[in-house]
């Protein structure tokens, strides 16, 4: 059975930092995109990062640039993310996305598997 694990999350105080970890098993999923979306309480699924599968290319959303890093390891079929300089708006649900089908990287839409989520929260 296909799963996608995230792990990393916590508490951490503003301006520290964090790594997320994805790791998926039981299948290979499409060689194209993943990706790190992230949901806060009361607010939509909000795009944060995707990476291509050779790492060449990648793509952030707008309040987590310059502060954020997606990279991967395909030998260990995980991606991680990076978080540093950390606000109280990152506190969020962090959830990998996996079997990209195309279209638009940034929509959830276009991804077709998903992992349980893991919390981070920022403290001020």
């Not at 098993?25 to 995109?33: A, C, L, N, P, Q």
């Not at 790190?36 to 959303?61: D, H, M, N, P």
């Not at 991680?80 to 606000?87: D, G, P, V």
């Not at 089908?101 to 839409?109: L, V, Y």
Request: hydrophobic share 35%; aromatic share 12%.
């Amino acid at each position: 059975q296909a799963q996608l694990v995230e792990s990393g999350g916590g508490l951490v105080q503003a301006g520290g930092s964090l790594r997320l970890s994805c790791a998926a098993s039981g299948r290979t999923f499409s060689r194209i995109f993943m990706g790190w979306f992230r949901q806060a309480a009361g607010k939509e699924r909000e795009f944060v990062a995707a990476i291509s599968w050779s790492g060449g290319s990648t793509l952030y959303g707008d309040s987590v640039k310059g502060r954020f890093t997606i990279s991967r390891d395909n030998a260990k079929n995980t991606v991680y993310l990076q978080m540093n300089s950390l606000k109280p708006e990152d506190t969020a649900v962090y959830y990998c996305a996996a079997d990209f089908g195309g279209g638009d990287i940034a929509a959830e839409k276009n991804y077709n598997h998903w992992g349980q989520g893991t919390q981070v929260t920022v403290s001020s």
